[in-house]
C-alpha cells in the first residue's frame, strides 16, 4: 500500500496536472510538500527582509534625518539650541568606512532601525561630550540590518581614532581597548568609568556597542575611546586631519 | 494548494499567470511592509544594547 502512494507522488511530480481523482493520501502529501516548501520561501524571504530591505529602508531615514540636521546647523538656531529629536551629531569612524553615522537620543529599536547610533539612556545614561563633564558617550548600533551602522566594528583596531562632530566641535577619540566577547548582560561596560577597558580613574570616554558574532545577537562587542582633543568646527567645516 | 488556486482563476493561462504574479507580489508587500516588521523584535538577531534584564 506505502508502495503504492510513493509511485503516486513520483507520478504527480512529474506530470503537473493531476489526473481528476486522487487518493486522499496523496492530496494530503502533496498539501504538507506546498507547506514545506512556501515556508521556506517565506524564511528565504525574512532573510531578504532583514539583510536588505531594512538596509535600504533605514539609509533613506537616516540621509532624511542627517540632512535635517545639516540644514538646522547651517541655518543657525542660536546657540544652545540642542536639537536632540533629530540628532545631535554625527560618528566618523575611518577604520569602519561607513561614512558619517547620526547620533540620536536613546537605543530603543524604534530609534536605531533608521540606520543611526543611539546615546545610551538606560541603564547608564551616557554622559554628552558637549556637557564638557567627564563621562562615558555611550553608543549602539545595529550590526546588520536596518543601516548596519557598526557592522564593521572588528575592524577597528587600537589607536584608531572616532571623531565625533557636532555643530561646534569636532570631538577626537583614539580607540584604547577592545573587548570582542560580552554578556548582553554586562551593563558595567558602559559605566561612566569603564572599569573593563583598563581605566581607573573619570576621563572622557566614548563606548561604541553592538551585538557579535554577525548575523546572531548573542554577545557584544565594545569599542572603548578616550577624548584626545576637542577641535573648533571653523567656517568651512575643515576636517580634522584623523578624517582627511 | 496552488493547484487548487490556479484551477480556479479565471483565464487562459497568460491571465492566470498574470494574475498569479499579481497575488504573489500583493503577498510579498504585505509580509515586508506588515508581517516581517512586526515578527523581527521577536526573534533574537537584532538586539544591539546591553541591558540589565
Known amino acids: 500500500m506505502a508502495a503504492t502512494t510513493d509511485?503516486?507522488?513520483?507520478?504527480?511530480?512529474?506530470?503537473?496536472?493531476?489526473?481528476?481523482?486522487?487518493?486522499?493520501?496523496?492530496?494530503?502529501?502533496?498539501?504538507?510538500?506546498?507547506?514545506?516548501?512556501?515556508?521556506?520561501v517565506l524564511l528565504g524571504l525574512f532573510v531578504v527582509y532583514s539583510l536588505w530591505w531594512t538596509n535600504v529602508m533605514a539609509d533613506r531615514a537616516a540621509d532624511k534625518q542627517g540632512d535635517k540636521v545639516r540644514d538646522h546647523w547651517a541655518d543657525n538656531a542660536g546657540p544652545g539650541a540642542l536639537d536632540t529629536k533629530d540628532g545631535i551629531g554625527f560618528l566618523h569612524v575611518p577604520a569602519m568606512n561607513k561614512g558619517e553615522v547620526l547620533v540620536e537620543k536613546g537605543t530603543t529599536s524604534k530609534v536605531l532601525n533608521d540606520g543611526v547610533a543611539g546615546y545610551y539612556t538606560d541603564p547608564v545614561k551616557a554622559t554628552l561630550p558637549t556637557s564638557g563633564k567627564d563621562g562615558n558617550f555611550s553608543l549602539a548600533a545595529h550590526r546588520d540590518g536596518h543601516g548596519a551602522k557598526f557592522h564593521n566594528i572588528d575592524k577597528i583596531s587600537k589607536g584608531d581614532p572616532i571623531v565625533f562632530e557636532t555643530k561646534d566641535n569636532w570631538y577626537v577619540y583614539k580607540?584604547?581597548?577592545?573587548?570582542?566577547?560580552?554578556?548582553?548582560?554586562?551593563?558595567d561596560v558602559i559605566g561612566q568609568?569603564?572599569?573593563?577597558?583598563?581605566?581607573?580613574?573619570?576621563?572622557k570616554y566614548i563606548t561604541l556597542t553592538t551585538c557579535t558574532p554577525v548575523y546572531t545577537s548573542r554577545y557584544r562587542y565594545v569599542v572603548?575611546?578616550?577624548?584626545?582633543?576637542?577641535?573648533?568646527?571653523?567656517?568651512e567645516r575643515t576636517l580634522p586631519k584623523e578624517l582627511r | 494548494m496552488y493547484g487548487w488556486i490556479w484551477r480556479h482563476l479565471p483565464g487562459n493561462a497568460w491571465v492566470r499567470a498574470l494574475i498569479s504574479l499579481v497575488l504573489v507580489l500583493a503577498v510579498v508587500y504585505v509580509l515586508f511592509q506588515y508581517i516581517f516588521p512586526w515578527a523581527e523584535p521577536l526573534l533574537p538577531f537584532n538586539d544591539v544594547t546591553v541591558d540589565g534584564q
Open chain 1, 175 to 187: 580607540v584604547f581597548s577592545i573587548l570582542p566577547e560580552t554578556s548582553k548582560y554586562n551593563v
Open chain 1, 193 to 203: 568609568v569603564p572599569k573593563e577597558s583598563g581605566v581607573k580613574k573619570a576621563g
Open chain 1, 224 to 235: 572603548w575611546g578616550e577624548l584626545e582633543r576637542v577641535e573648533k568646527v571653523d567656517s
Open chain 1, 7 to 40: 509511485h503516486e507522488e513520483e507520478a504527480e511530480q512529474k506530470a503537473p496536472s493531476p489526473p481528476p481523482r486522487r487518493g486522499r493520501i496523496a492530496t494530503a502529501v502533496s498539501v504538507f510538500g506546498e507547506l514545506l516548501i512556501t515556508a521556506g
